[in-house]
């Protein structure tokens, strides 16, 4: 898993101080860092806007795009919107994602 800007931004707003900790300790462990040009990042980001995502959808797809080769979400409405748009990353649910790498 990637970590991006976007999930240290919405852990910041977790009021729950157990959950946080629990969330940035498993991005320490399990995800990845990487970098990519912020700046392309956020005109992305912003197209995706335009194109009626949430401000945070569109900033995970945009960091995604950048740095992975698959964005993976639990999110039917986001992924539709994705497909409809032809988004530049294949974007996948968890389950869609297991299938594709044959993972039981």
């Known amino acids: 898993m990637v970590v991006s800007p976007v999930h240290l931004e919405e852990i910041k707003g977790i009021e729950d101080i157990r959950e946080s900790l629990e969330l940035i300790t498993m991005l320490n462990n399990l995800g990845m860092n990487s970098s990519c040009n912020l700046r392309k990042a956020r005109e992305r980001a912003e197209y995706f806007v335009s194109l009626k995502l949430g401000i945070a959808d569109a900033a995970h797809l945009a960091f995604a795009e950048a740095t992975a080769d698959v964005f993976i979400t639990c999110d039917d409405k986001l992924l539709k919107k994705c497909k409809r748009n032809n988004i ?7 389950l869609e994602f297991c299938t594709m790498e044959d993972l039981k």
Do not use: M
């Not at 530049?88 to 968890?94: G, N």
């Open 88 to 94: 530049k990353i294949l974007s996948v649910s968890p």
